[in-house]
Structure formats: structure tokens, C-alpha cells
């Protein structure tokens, strides 16, 4: 297989020991649909970092975005907690083994948590908001024309979205959650559940109060 170029749309993909170690890893356990989504989310994460004139670490935002659907995998996946903290969880086991300070692990961590909770990773640090800034370009086209069309040609030629993307993300996405829907509870994936599982029920935030043990 031939290795993507070290420079893609303008944005050179890291090349340290970590970075490679997070590309190795992710590609032995994602899917092609998702490994090559990840490696998208970094290259639209970096370009909108670029555009923005933010100031970023360029490692630290492969490592969020690379890891950030890591929780959709059953090698990876908990029972109990929503897939985005097992996929932050798995990027700061592997950043403790690298000389990264306790801030840079809690900026990934936090990149992965919050990147399907819409209006507040944009408030944070830059690594966080670029990552959701990528996902959010990748999967909802948010933002699709502040990138030149040379940009998402360049881009998608290296790591192909494929014809039926859409279709096989919202699957991902719906594998990964099924068998805990209660962690889609007040989030995102609670519509692809919606969609995709007619046995689902949706949690609702007025009956739980409405219905709690309080008499008023």
C-alpha cells in the first residue's frame, strides 16, 4: 500500500515516534471508514486552525482527532460510559507513555469527550475546538465552503470518503451505541439510535423530573 504524502492540502501530518505509534494503532484497530475519517478531521481540524490564525499543537490535535471514535470499537468500548470518554480515555492511557505535561492530556481528553456536544468545544482551547471544528466539517459539511474546493479534493483524494460514507458513518455510529443506549441520553447519538433501532426509547429530560421522587 502506498503511504500518504507527509504534506496534504498544505498541512504536514506529524511524524514523531507518538504519531506514528497513534497511526499504527488506529489503523490495526479502526475501520478504513474510520481511520481515514480520523485523518480527515485532522487535516480539516488543521486547515480551520490555519484559517483562524489559531495558535495549536499539531500533535496533540492528531492525537484527538485520531482517537476520537477509538470508543466505537469493542476493543475499546466500556459498558457504562458514552463511546466519546472511552475514546478519551484510550488516547490519555496511550499520551502516558509519551513526555506529554498533564494539561496537553487533559486538552485531548477533553478534544474527544466533547466533540459530538454542539456550542462548547468552540469555547475552549484550540485543540479542542479544532477537533469538533473537523468532525463537524467531516460528518455535517459545517463550514463546507470556507475550505477551497483544491482543499476537499486534496484532502478526500488521500483518504477517500467513498460513495456510501454517510450511510456507513450513521452505522458506526448506531454499532457502537446500541447496546448501551443509555449513554445517548441528552446527546447527538440518541438521533441515530432513533433512526436506526426501532426497539430504542429515547430518554426524556421532562419526565425524569417531572417523574422523580420529589413531591414538587
Same mark, same amino acid.
Given at each position: 500500500?502506498?503511504?500518504?504524502?507527509?504534506?496534504?492540502? !498544505?498541512?504536514?501530518?506529524?511524524?514523531?515516534?507518538?504519531?506514528?505509534?497513534?497511526?499504527?494503532? %488506529?489503523?490495526?484497530?479502526?475501520?478504513?471508514?474510520?481511520?481515514?475519517?480520523?485523518?480527515? @478531521? /485532522?487535516? &480539516?481540524?488543521?486547515?480551520?486552525?490555519?484559517?483562524?490564525?489559531?495558535?495549536?499543537?499539531?500533535?496533540?490535535?492528531?492525537?484527538?482527532?485520531? /482517537?476520537?471514535?477509538? !470508543?466505537?470499537?469493542?476493543?475499546?468500548?466500556?459498558?457504562?460510559?458514552?463511546?466519546?470518554?472511552?475514546? $478519551?480515555?484510550?488516547?490519555?492511557? &496511550?499520551?502516558?507513555?509519551?513526555? @506529554?505535561?498533564?494539561?496537553? @492530556?487533559?486538552?485531548?481528553?477533553?478534544?474527544? $469527550?466533547?466533540?459530538?456536544?454542539?456550542? #462548547?468545544?468552540?469555547?475552549?482551547?484550540?485543540?479542542?475546538?479544532?477537533?469538533?471544528?473537523?468532525?463537524?466539517?467531516?460528518?455535517?459539511? #459545517?463550514?463546507?465552503?470556507? /475550505?477551497?474546493?483544491?482543499?476537499?479534493?486534496? %484532502?478526500?483524494?488521500?483518504?477517500?470518503? !467513498?460513495?456510501? &460514507?454517510?450511510?456507513?458513518?450513521?452505522?458506526? &455510529?448506531?454499532?457502537?451505541?446500541?447496546?448501551?443506549?443509555?449513554?445517548?441520553? !441528552?446527546?447527538?447519538? $440518541?438521533? %441515530?439510535?432513533? $433512526?436506526?433501532?426501532?426497539?430504542?426509547?429515547?430518554?426524556? /429530560?421532562?419526565?425524569?423530573?417531572?417523574?422523580?421522587?420529589?413531591?414538587?
Amino acid at each position: 500500500m502506498t503511504e500518504s504524502p507527509q504534506t496534504i492540502a !498544505g498541512i504536514r501530518i506529524p511524524d514523531s515516534q507518538m504519531a506514528r505509534d497513534a497511526t499504527e494503532l %488506529v489503523r490495526d484497530t479502526e475501520t478504513d471508514l474510520l481511520y481515514h475519517h480520523s485523518r480527515r @478531521v /485532522f487535516l &480539516f481540524g488543521a486547515l480551520t486552525g490555519e484559517r483562524r490564525g489559531l495558535k495549536y499543537d499539531p500533535e496533540l490535535l492528531y492525537i484527538g482527532a485520531m /482517537f476520537h471514535d477509538m !470508543g466505537l470499537m469493542d476493543s475499546h468500548a466500556s459498558e457504562t460510559e458514552r463511546f466519546e470518554v472511552d475514546g $478519551a480515555n484510550a488516547a490519555r492511557a &496511550f499520551l502516558h507513555s509519551y513526555d @506529554v505535561s498533564e494539561r496537553d @492530556v487533559d486538552d485531548v481528553w477533553d478534544s474527544i $469527550a466533547l466533540h459530538t456536544t454542539p456550542g #462548547i468545544p468552540q469555547h475552549k482551547r484550540p485543540v479542542v475546538a479544532l477537533v469538533t471544528a473537523g468532525v463537524e466539517m467531516d460528518v455535517l459539511g #459545517i463550514a463546507y465552503d470556507d /475550505f477551497s474546493q483544491e482543499q476537499r479534493q486534496e %484532502v478526500c483524494a488521500c483518504h477517500p470518503r !467513498g460513495l456510501k &460514507f454517510k450511510h456507513g458513518i450513521l452505522s458506526a &455510529f448506531c454499532y457502537g451505541t446500541i447496546r448501551k443506549p443509555h449513554t445517548t441520553a !441528552g446527546n447527538v447519538k $440518541a438521533d %441515530v439510535l432513533e $433512526a436506526m433501532d426501532p426497539t430504542f426509547e429515547r430518554w426524556n /429530560f421532562v419526565d425524569t423530573i417531572l417523574n422523580s421522587k420529589w413531591e414538587s
